[in-house]
């Protein structure tokens, strides 16, 4: 069984960082793509940013230049550094992945519970 938790999320202000960690534990033969989607009230969950496992980046253009996302493929953790930050930043990040759990599977994506970041004065 395969877990994603995310961690680091809180209230900060505007300006301000923080880092988000996402720890992936349980059945894992490999894990290809990742990323970080966020959700504020009453709007869809977006993406944020994603990296392959090659550690090439994508980032949606609001968060360009202000967050960065990084991966430790020997610690099976994902961050999302995030500078700059503002009151629209504000909602859930969620991570998610896409696992191989055997040499026999196929992937698929799982998601963490979310962790709350608001930007707020």
């Known amino acids: 069984q395969v877990q994603l938790v995310e961690s680091g999320g809180g209230l900060v202000q505007p300006g301000g960082s923080l880092r988000l960690s996402c720890a992936v534990s349980?059945?894992?033969?490999?894990?290809?793509?990742m990323g970080w989607y966020r959700q504020a009230p009453g709007k869809q969950r977006e993406l944020v940013a994603a990296i392959t496992n090659g550690g090439r980046t994508n980032y949606a253009d609001s968060v360009k230049g202000r967050f960065t996302i990084s991966r430790d493929n020997a610690k099976n953790t994902l961050y999302l550094q995030m500078n700059s930050l503002k009151p629209e930043d504000t909602g859930v990040y969620y991570c998610?992945?896409?696992?191989?759990?055997?040499?026999?599977?196929?992937?698929?994506?799982?998601w963490g519970q979310g962790t709350q970041v608001t930007v707020s004065s």
């Open positions: 998610n992945a896409d696992i191989v759990a055997n040499r026999w599977s196929y992937p698929s994506g799982y």
């Open positions: 349980g059945s894992i033969f490999s894990i290809n793509a």
